[in-house]
Structures are given as structure tokens and as C-alpha cells.
């Protein structure tokens, strides 16, 4: 069964580094997604991606933060420069056509210390 | 009020009982409906999708839309130990925006 596919699993960072989230979405679908879910928080949109740029973006996404489907399979979140309070689970979701079921990846515990 | 509520439980069955979940929204606009299963430190999980009101059946899995009310259910029958784990209700999309709004989730135990 297709699934979306999230590395690394687990990244440790300094604060201040940067980071790369990395998501392989469902091969046919046509609509990203990162959220983000804090220890013991609900889950938050941050940005939604269609058509090689940004739909909608949360005020969570702020200038820290980009996104970009660099070839036809990968999409990624950069962190430029992350904070304490950016340690989550971050989880990369795709949809195969507009307002469908999300379909989300395992996630990627980013751990800032 | 909160966009959408859920009571986050946790809510403790005995095996084999029937389980019922629910969320209430404020928007009247969504449109689109999706539960999640989340284990621990794992990512959501989907269970059932509705669009607009009625139920949906899929094995024990019912979920119900009451757009008059602004309630969904996730019903689980035959509920199993596997079954604990998070319940995560979500909605959406937000008026001009592809953005689906999550609840808090609901922490289920199964006791064997």
C-alpha cells in the first residue's frame, strides 16, 4: 500500500543549526503538507504546497522556515535557524486531489538542544 | 469557543465493548471530516474520511456527521486492546484554504 515516507526518523540539532525535514508523498498525489505536533499538543498545520509553491501558510511558518519539492518525488521543510521551542514531531502529509483525506507520514522527532 | 473541541479523555473500556468518540466544531463551513489513529509517538494513522453529513461503516469503524449539531462520532465496536491509542478527530478545510483543523484527540484504553 502507498505511504508517505519521512527521514530521519529522530534528528538532534543545536539551536541555531539548520535543519532538513525530509518527506517522499504518495507518488500521485498533488497536495503537501507539513504539521507539526509538540510533546503531549494537538497537531498544527504549518504550510500546504500545490502546484511548485505555497498555498497556505500558518503564523507558526514564519520567515524560519521554507519548503521545496526540489525534484518529482522529494518535498522538504528547512528550519534556518531552530529554537528550543521547535523541538516536535513534525509529520509530512499528502492528498491526492483538493479537500481529500491527508494521508500523513510517521514523522520526524526534531529534538533542540 | 474552540474551532473544534474533543474531550481528551482518557476514556478506559473493558474489551469488547462499544466505543464512542466525538468531536464538536464551531464552523459551519467544514465540509470534509477524517479521524486518525495515533499511537504513541507515531504519526496519525487514517481511519475513516465523510464528506458532508450521514454515517460510514468500514469493518467495526462507524463514523457519524451531524452537520446540524456540529457533532461527529467515531463509533468502535468490538473494541480490542489494539484498539488504545489516540483518537484524532479533523476537519476542514478552512474557508479559502487548504488548512484541516485537528483536535486535541481522545486517549483510549482497551483493558484486556
Known amino acids: 500500500e502507498p505511504e508517505v515516507t519521512q527521514t530521519p526518523s529522530h534528528q538532534v540539532t543545536q539551536m541555531g543549526q539548520e535543519v532538513i525535514l525530509r518527506c517522499v508523498p504518495i507518488?500521485?498525489?498533488?497536495?503537501f503538507y507539513w504539521y507539526r505536533q509538540i510533546l503531549g499538543q494537538k497537531v498544527e498545520f504549518l504550510v500546504s504546497?500545490?502546484?511548485?509553491?505555497?498555498?497556505?501558510k500558518s503564523e507558526i511558518f514564519d520567515d524560519q522556515f521554507s519548503v521545496e519539492r526540489p525534484d518529482g518525488s522529494n518535498f522538504t521543510l528547512k528550519i534556518r535557524s531552530t529554537k528550543l521551542e521547535d523541538s516536535a514531531m513534525y509529520f509530512c502529509?499528502?492528498?491526492?486531489?483538493?479537500?481529500?483525506?491527508?494521508?500523513f507520514g510517521q514523522g520526524t522527532r526534531l529534538t533542540v538542544v | 469557543q474552540k474551532e473544534v473541541e474533543q474531550d481528551p479523555g482518557p476514556l478506559s473500556v473493558p474489551e469488547g465493548a462499544i466505543v464512542s468518540l466525538n468531536c464538536t466544531y464551531s464552523?459551519?463551513?467544514?465540509?470534509?471530516f477524517m479521524w486518525y489513529r495515533q499511537y504513541s509517538r507515531k504519526g496519525p494513522e487514517l481511519l475513516m474520511y465523510?464528506?458532508?453529513?450521514g454515517n460510514k461503516e468500514d469493518g467495526r469503524f462507524t463514523a457519524q456527521v451531524d452537520k446540524s449539531s456540529k457533532y461527529i462520532s467515531l463509533f468502535i465496536r468490538d473494541s480490542q486492546p489494539s484498539d488504545s491509542a489516540t483518537y484524532l478527530c479533523?476537519?476542514?478545510?478552512?474557508?479559502?484554504?487548504?488548512?484541516?483543523?485537528f483536535g486535541t484527540g481522545t486517549r483510549l484504553k482497551v483493558l484486556a
Open positions: 504546497f500545490y502546484n511548485n509553491e505555497i498555498s497556505e
Open positions: 507518488s500521485n498525489h498533488l497536495y
Open positions: 502529509a499528502s492528498s491526492g486531489q483538493e479537500n481529500t483525506e491527508a494521508f
Open positions: 479533523a476537519m476542514g478545510p478552512v474557508s479559502g484554504t487548504y488548512k484541516y483543523i
Open positions: 465523510t464528506y458532508s453529513s
Open positions: 464552523n459551519s463551513a467544514f465540509q470534509y
